[in-house]
C-alpha cells in the first residue's frame, strides 16, 4: 500500500512540475483549458466517434448510460502498473479523463471497438510483430479512427490509420481513381509501421513516437527545444501543439480499456466482422455487384471487407489485387469464378459508366441525385427513412462507418428513384 501512496504521489508531484513549468511560459493549463483541450483534442481525432456532436448520433441513448462507481486513483494506478506494455503507462489526472471516456461515457462505442478488435487487432499485431515494433501500437488505430477503415477526418486524413494524401503516398499508399489504399487496413498498417519505425530512430521514446504521429516529427522537436533539451513526453507536454497534448493520454486511457473492460461490466457487442476469412488474387476487372448477384454474398458485406476499393471495383487488369470474403463463401466463389467475372461484365465496365467522376460508387439506375444538410437531432436511420432508402445505402454513399456518426451541417448525398 505505501509504495502505491508513493508512486501516486511522485505522480502527482510531476505533473505538477509540468504544469508549473507552463505557467513560466504563459501557458497555464487552468481547469477550463485543460476542458477545452480535452473536448477539442476528442473533436480533432476521429476518435471524435466518441464526442463529435453527440446530438446527431444514433448509437449512443443516454438514459441507457449507467456510471460504474467512482474508483481510487491508486486502482487505476495499479492497474496501469500490471500491464505488460513496452510503450510507458504513466498516470495522471488527464489520463483519467479518458479512461472514463473509454470505460464509462461511452460505453457502447467501446463494446463495438472490441468487437472489431477480434478481427483488425490479429491482423495489426502481426504486421507490427515483423517490424519489431510494440505490439500495444496496435491501440493507435482505436485512437485515430475507432477501428474504421473508411473513416475521413475534418483535414481528409482517412483510414483506420489515419493518412494524409501526401504522407500516404510518400510511404507507398497506392491512391488511384478505383482503389485508396489508405482504406485497406492492412496495406495502412504496413505504413504506420514504416513510419513509426523511423521516428523511434529519431527519438528514442515511444511515447513520443506516437505524438509525432498525430503532429509530425517537427512539432515533437520544436517542443523538446522549448522544453530545453528533455525528451520525456510529460516535460514536452506543455509545448507540444495543443490537440497533441491529449493524444497520448487517450493512447494509454485506450490501452487500460481493452485490458480492463470486464472490471468495468463492459462486454464485447455481438460480431461485427466475420470470424473466418479466405484472400483470393484478382487479375480482371471485377465488381462487387457480380460477386453479390452470382452467389448470393449481401454487397455491404463485400465492402466492409474490402474497403479500399472505392467505386466498388477491383482494377485487376493493371495489377494483381486482392479479394476478401468470409469463409463461408470461399467455394461457391471458386465454383462460379468464370461465371462472376463474365456477369453483365459489358454493363458494369462501360467506358462512360467507368468515367465518371462520382465520389462515390452508385450502380446505375440509381435516380436522382439529393443532398441533405443535417440538422440537430437528426439519425442516419431517420435520414434514411425520410427518403425512402436503406441505412446501409446512405453510409456507403457517404463514407459512414456503422457506428453512424454524422454532424450538424454535413451534406449527405443521397441518390432515390424518381
Same mark, same amino acid.
Given at each position: &500500500?505505501?509504495?502505491?501512496?508513493?508512486?501516486?504521489?511522485?505522480?502527482?508531484?510531476?505533473?505538477?512540475?509540468?504544469?508549473?513549468?507552463?505557467?513560466?511560459?504563459?501557458?497555464?493549463?487552468?481547469?477550463?483549458?485543460? @476542458?477545452?483541450?480535452?473536448?477539442?483534442?476528442? @473533436?480533432?481525432?476521429?476518435?471524435? +466517434?466518441?464526442?463529435?456532436?453527440?446530438?446527431?448520433?444514433?448509437?449512443?441513448?443516454? @438514459?441507457?448510460?449507467?456510471?460504474?462507481?467512482?474508483?481510487?486513483?491508486?486502482?487505476?494506478?495499479?492497474?496501469?502498473?500490471?500491464?505488460?506494455?513496452?510503450?510507458?503507462?504513466?498516470?495522471?489526472?488527464?489520463?483519467?479523463? +479518458?479512461?472514463?471516456?473509454?470505460?464509462?461515457?461511452?460505453?457502447?462505442?467501446?463494446?463495438?471497438?472490441?468487437?472489431?478488435?477480434?478481427?483488425?487487432?490479429?491482423?495489426?499485431?502481426?504486421?507490427?510483430?515483423?517490424?519489431?515494433?510494440?505490439?500495444?501500437?496496435?491501440?493507435?488505430?482505436?485512437?485515430?479512427?475507432?477501428?474504421?477503415?473508411?473513416?475521413?477526418?475534418?483535414?481528409?486524413?482517412?483510414?483506420?490509420?489515419?493518412? &494524409?494524401?501526401?504522407?500516404?503516398?510518400?510511404?507507398?499508399?497506392?491512391?488511384?481513381?478505383?482503389?485508396?489504399?489508405?482504406?485497406?487496413?492492412?496495406?495502412?498498417?504496413?505504413?504506420?509501421?514504416?513510419?513509426?519505425?523511423?521516428?523511434?530512430?529519431? +527519438?528514442?521514446?515511444?511515447?513520443?513516437?506516437?505524438?509525432?504521429?498525430?503532429?509530425?516529427?517537427?512539432?515533437?522537436?520544436?517542443?523538446?527545444?522549448?522544453?530545453?533539451?528533455?525528451?520525456?513526453?510529460?516535460?514536452?507536454?506543455?509545448?507540444?501543439?495543443?490537440?497533441?497534448?491529449?493524444?497520448?493520454?487517450?493512447?494509454?486511457?485506450?490501452?487500460?480499456?481493452?485490458?480492463?473492460?470486464?472490471?468495468?461490466?463492459?462486454?464485447?457487442?455481438?460480431?461485427?466482422?466475420?470470424?473466418?476469412?479466405?484472400?483470393?488474387?484478382?487479375?480482371? &476487372?471485377?465488381?462487387?455487384?457480380?460477386?453479390?448477384?452470382?452467389?448470393?454474398?449481401?454487397?455491404?458485406?463485400?465492402?466492409?471487407?474490402?474497403?479500399?476499393?472505392?467505386?466498388?471495383?477491383?482494377?485487376?487488369?493493371?495489377?494483381?489485387?486482392?479479394?476478401?470474403?468470409?469463409?463461408?463463401?470461399?467455394?461457391?466463389?471458386? @465454383?462460379?469464378?468464370?461465371?462472376?467475372?463474365?456477369?453483365?461484365?459489358?454493363?458494369? +465496365?462501360?467506358?462512360?459508366?467507368?468515367?465518371?467522376?462520382?465520389?462515390?460508387?452508385?450502380?446505375?439506375?440509381?435516380?436522382?441525385?439529393?443532398?441533405?444538410?443535417?440538422?440537430?437531432?437528426?439519425?442516419?436511420?431517420?435520414?434514411?427513412?425520410?427518403?425512402?432508402?436503406?441505412?446501409?445505402?446512405?453510409?456507403?454513399?457517404?463514407?459512414?462507418?456503422?457506428?453512424?456518426?454524422?454532424?450538424?451541417?454535413?451534406?449527405?448525398?443521397?441518390?432515390?428513384?424518381?
Amino acid at each position: &500500500m505505501k509504495k502505491i501512496l508513493i508512486i501516486f504521489i511522485a505522480n502527482i508531484l510531476f505533473f505538477n512540475a509540468s504544469a508549473q513549468e507552463n505557467n513560466a511560459l504563459d501557458n497555464e493549463i487552468s481547469n477550463e483549458d485543460t @476542458d477545452f483541450e480535452y473536448s477539442n483534442t476528442i @473533436d480533432s481525432l476521429l476518435s471524435a +466517434f466518441y464526442l463529435q456532436n453527440i446530438d446527431t448520433t444514433d448509437y449512443f441513448n443516454e @438514459d441507457e448510460y449507467m456510471p460504474a462507481a467512482e474508483l481510487h486513483d491508486s486502482v487505476y494506478i495499479n492497474r496501469l502498473s500490471q500491464i505488460a506494455s513496452v510503450v510507458h503507462l504513466p498516470y495522471n489526472d488527464i489520463v483519467r479523463r +479518458f479512461i472514463i471516456v473509454y470505460t464509462q461515457k461511452y460505453r457502447n462505442k467501446t463494446e463495438e471497438i472490441l468487437s472489431l478488435g477480434d478481427y483488425y487487432f490479429p491482423v495489426f499485431e502481426e504486421i507490427l510483430y515483423n517490424y519489431g515494433l510494440p505490439l500495444e501500437l496496435k491501440t493507435m488505430a482505436v485512437i485515430e479512427s475507432a477501428l474504421n477503415p473508411i473513416a475521413v477526418s475534418r483535414v481528409k486524413a482517412t483510414g483506420a490509420w489515419q493518412f &494524409m494524401f501526401r504522407t500516404a503516398k510518400y510511404y507507398g499508399l497506392n491512391i488511384t481513381s478505383f482503389v485508396d489504399e489508405r482504406c485497406d487496413p492492412v496495406a495502412a498498417c504496413h505504413a504506420a509501421a514504416k513510419y513509426m519505425s523511423t521516428m523511434y530512430k529519431i +527519438f528514442g521514446d515511444w511515447t513520443l513516437v506516437i505524438a509525432s504521429y498525430n503532429c509530425g516529427e517537427g512539432n515533437v522537436k520544436k517542443a523538446i527545444r522549448r522544453a530545453g533539451g528533455k525528451t520525456d513526453y510529460w516535460s514536452i507536454y506543455p509545448y507540444l501543439p495543443r490537440e497533441t497534448r491529449g493524444y497520448v493520454p487517450m493512447f494509454i486511457g485506450a490501452t487500460y480499456a481493452l485490458t480492463y473492460y470486464k472490471e468495468h461490466g463492459l462486454k464485447k457487442a455481438p460480431p461485427i466482422m466475420p470470424v473466418a476469412v479466405d484472400t483470393f488474387i484478382v487479375n480482371k &476487372m471485377l465488381h462487387f455487384e457480380q460477386i453479390s448477384k452470382v452467389i448470393g454474398i449481401p454487397i455491404e458485406t463485400i465492402r466492409s471487407l474490402n474497403p479500399q476499393y472505392r467505386r466498388d471495383i477491383i482494377p485487376g487488369k493493371e495489377k494483381p489485387y486482392t479479394l476478401i470474403l468470409p469463409h463461408t463463401y470461399t467455394i461457391p466463389f471458386i @465454383d462460379n469464378e468464370n461465371l462472376i467475372y463474365s456477369y453483365n461484365d459489358s454493363v458494369y +465496365f462501360n467506358p462512360k459508366v467507368l468515367a465518371a467522376p462520382a465520389q462515390y460508387s452508385v450502380p446505375a439506375g440509381s435516380g436522382k441525385q439529393i443532398v441533405h444538410i443535417v440538422k440537430k437531432g437528426e439519425t442516419v436511420g431517420g435520414i434514411a427513412q425520410k427518403y425512402k432508402v436503406s441505412s446501409s445505402n446512405l453510409r456507403y454513399w457517404n463514407n459512414i462507418g456503422n457506428n453512424n456518426l454524422i454532424r450538424i451541417g454535413q451534406k449527405l448525398v443521397i441518390y432515390r428513384k424518381s
